[in-house]
């Protein structure tokens, strides 16, 4: 043995020329060189591929490896291939021709290729299998193999058909990799490769170095998140965001505010994708926007930053992409923005899905927000996820961790909810646990004729946001476990039996409180900059000035929001005014405008006003897509309940966009509309009366003029008058 250990380590040396193994590969490496089944479970960039490389370079045969990264192969196989003389490595996928897939096939045969890469597409191909049948084989590498279960967070069907497939080809032993398993993952994994013997090597989830954070989500979040990112100046950073859209927005925002970032989703050309990873690679550029695509076999160790803009859709992907911050071992910040809204806007994407799928989606979801919710250390909690026990009581790198809550008993609670689920037989999940003890009569419970039932509303003393906390405590406590089979069910286990039969001290924090809607949220809290009266006061007076000797209304030259924003962010230059809320290109080109950044100017040198610079955040123009065809319509004279009808919006709503769009600055000429619609008088009476009043307020303009004309007659012509006068 000792022998044998020595040789390994001098054929790791030979090969890829490393002293010594991490972590658990040589025993890994071992055991596939003794015929046996394998399953590893091993952290990102901990090193799995060289638990396969190396045995089949030292082995008779071809080992087969099943891969889902394409682009990827072609890497492995260059490396593996520079590697050694004996054997070389190769690729089997759609992207190869003819002569290609004939070169492969001859140095199988011959015995050269020690390695073979395969996309589960190709190795389900009748004539490869018909082929490898014929072929020597080591034995077969499961690679990202999370992959086979429908509740990994990558589930692809035609992984569900490698076992049926091997049996085809031809037996061997199988080795299974992956980063990411839950309890349940893993059951599934080696119950679907027919490996539920394997030997498991399993390392620790943990990642010490990674700070994990969750923020409300605000109005104010692409700010934060800019505020962020100069904080952290100069450094590496992903921040991932769920669709495109975003993605491309964002990426545009950051660079208006002068940070070196670029955005990278699947639906860019190839071309510009490696020319982006390069780009981050060699720092050309800092923060990389983008979709889940973004990461996978990228290998930069020194991301020191993490964000997530929205709230991902499991927490293994979570995992995942936290993972990708701090490999080297140092600084790793997480951050992830979360709004309960998200969570209806995912929940809603699922509707249309196959009600398995949509089952399973939600309890993923459900998991994750637990994850945002809690105040429970997130450490532990990850951890316990993947079914690893964190048994700190303060791990001093997560927010909750660093701002502990206080505990509160819930004893009595556990009570209720442990007799619950013992009552019920076991057989039901956690919302539907908590239905029952509050004593909500739903359709569900109603069906199963429980509201009869001599524990139904057991709890309903106790709020019902506050039983999620004692159910998910009790489950990370280990009084209860969720069923691996029947993925979600709560079970007692011994422990919380014990506890059932005789109560001891039960102590949890209470969830973090998240508003549901981030566009009130921001309101109470203030945003990140506030207002400066005695700026604010200055500029209505400087607006009533020019009122008068424009005679217009003051709210034609600036509204108050603009006012409000200006006193705010104190812009200095006609340039900066233009990010001010309703003041477009026609607004900056007023003679008066330069007056009003003067002003402010002179005030912040008087005042000696030092601005937060990384606060003012530049956003780009982002019109909506609605809005853009609104006003490409208008200009086209199309009339406008036409263009309502066009785009599915009542013309009231139509309105409201117009309406929006003139009030941000982009002047309309909708006079084609008017003459067709209204007779001229009535247009003047209402320009007129606009032309006079102190106030565009819609409501005093009908009690003004409502007996001659109609709501959206004043409507009409005040966008006239707005887009003409305003803009
Ligand atoms: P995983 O697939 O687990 O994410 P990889 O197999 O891609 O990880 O390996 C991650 C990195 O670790 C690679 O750069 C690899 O060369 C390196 N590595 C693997 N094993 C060793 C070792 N024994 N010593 C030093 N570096 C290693
Ligand atoms: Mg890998």
Redesign the pocket.
């Known amino acids: 043995m000792a022998n044998n250990k020595q040789n390994l380590t001098e054929a790791?040396k030979k090969y890829?020329g490393?002293?010594?193994?991490?972590g658990d590969?040589e025993a890994i490496v071992q055991n596939v060189l003794d015929g046996k089944d394998t399953f590893v479970l091993?952290?990102?960039?901990?090193?799995?591929?060289?638990c396969y490389q190396l045995p089949s370079l030292l082995m008779e045969g071809t080992a087969i490896v099943i891969s889902p990264l394409i682009a990827l192969m072609k890497n492995q196989v260059d490396i593996i291939s520079s590697m050694s003389d004996e054997g070389t490595a190769h690729y089997l996928n759609s992207s190869l021709n003819k002569a290609a897939i004939d070169q492969v096939k001859a140095d199988i045969l011959a015995g050269r290729t020690k390695l073979l890469y395969v996309a589960p597409e190709s190795l389900t191909k009748e004539e490869n299998v018909e082929f490898l049948k014929q072929a020597k084989i080591s034995f077969y590498a499961v690679?990202e193999a999370h992959c086979i279960s429908e509740w990994g967070h990558d589930f692809r069907p035609e992984y569900r058909r490698i076992r049926p497939i091997i049996n085809e080809i031809g037996v061997a032993p199988v080795i299974a990799?992956t980063?990411t398993a839950t309890d349940k993952v893993r059951t599934d994994i080696k119950k679907n490769l027919g490996i539920l013997d394997a030997v498991e090597f399993k390392s620790s989830f943990n990642r010490p170095n990674l700070y994990y954070e969750v923020r409300p989500k605000t109005r104010e979040v692409d700010k934060d998140i800019i505020k962020f990112i100069k904080q952290h100046s100069g450094k590496s950073g992903i921040i991932y965001c769920l669709s495109r859209k975003k993605v491309e927005e964002l990426a545009e925002i950051l660079k208006a505010n002068d940070i070196r970032a670029a955005a990278y989703h699947a639906g860019l050309e190839s071309a510009l994708r490696s020319q982006t990873q390069d780009d981050f690679l060699m720092e050309r550029i800092d923060v990389i926007v983008a979709t889940i695509a973004f990461g996978m076999g990228i290998?930069k160790p020194d991301v020191r930053f993490v964000i997530h803009y929205d709230i991902p859709k499991s927490l293994e992907g979570y995992y995942q992409e936290t993972g990708r911050a701090g490999r080297d071992g140092g600084e790793g910040l997480c951050i992830t923005f979360y709004a309960q809204k998200d969570l209806q806007k995912l929940d809603k994407f699922m509707e249309g899905k196959p009600v398995a799928e949509q089952d399973i989606g939600r309890q993923l979801l459900a998991e994750t927000a637990a994850y945002a919710e809690t105040s429970v250390c997130r450490r532990k909690m990850l951890l316990h996820y993947f079914g690893e026990e964190y048994t700190q009581e303060n791990c001093h790198n997560c927010d909750n961790c660093l701002h502990p809550k206080t505990k509160i008993d819930a004893e009595k609670q556990l009570v209720i909810v442990l007799g619950a689920i013992q009552a019920l037989k076991e057989n039901f999940r956690s919302d539907y646990i908590v239905d029952f003890v509050i004593g909500r009569e739903t359709e569900e419970i109603l069906a199963h004729k429980h509201q009869n039932h001599e524990l139904f509303g057991a709890g309903e003393d106790y709020e019902e946001k506050h039983w999620n906390p004692v159910i998910r405590q009790a489950l990370i406590a280990g009084y209860l476990k969720k069923d691996v089979e029947n993925y979600g069910l709560l079970k007692l286990t011994s422990a919380g039996k014990k506890f059932l039969k005789n109560p001891t001290t039960f102590q949890i924090v209470e969830d973090n409180e998240f508003a549901e809607d981030y566009e009130s949220s921001t309101e109470h809290e203030g945003g990140t900059s506030a207002l400066d009266p005695t700026l604010s006061a200055m500029l209505k007076d400087l607006r009533k000035k020019v009122s008068r000797q424009l005679d217009r209304p003051p709210y034609v030259i600036f509204q108050d929001v603009s006012i409000e924003q200006m006193a705010t962010d104190y812009p200095m230059t006609l340039e900066e005014l233009k990010n001010i809320q309703g003041v477009g290109e026609g607004k900056v080109k007023q003679p008066y405008a330069k007056a009003f950044v003067d002003l402010i100017k002179q005030y912040c040198e008087e005042n000696e006003i030092v601005r937060h610079a990384d606060l003012r955040v530049r956003t780009v123009a982002k019109k909506s897509i609605l809005k853009v065809k609104i006003i490409q319509a208008i200009d086209r004279q199309i009339a406008l309940d036409d263009i309502a009808t066009a785009q599915g919006l009542e013309f009231e709503e139509l309105l409201d966009e117009v309406e929006a769009i003139v009030y941000s600055g982009t002047k309309l000429n909708i006079d084609y509309f008017l003459d067709e619609v209204m007779d001229e008088d009535h247009i003047d009476d209402i320009y007129d009366y606009f032309a006079d009043s102190e106030t565009d307020s819609l409501e005093a303009a009908i009690d003004e003029l409502g007996q001659e004309c109609s709501e959206d007659e004043i409507r009409l012509v005040r966008i006239k008058f707005i887009s003409e006068m305003a803009n």
């Open positions: 790791l890829f490393f002293d010594k193994f991490k590969q091993m952290p990102t960039g901990g090193g799995k591929s060289l690679d990799l980063a290998d």
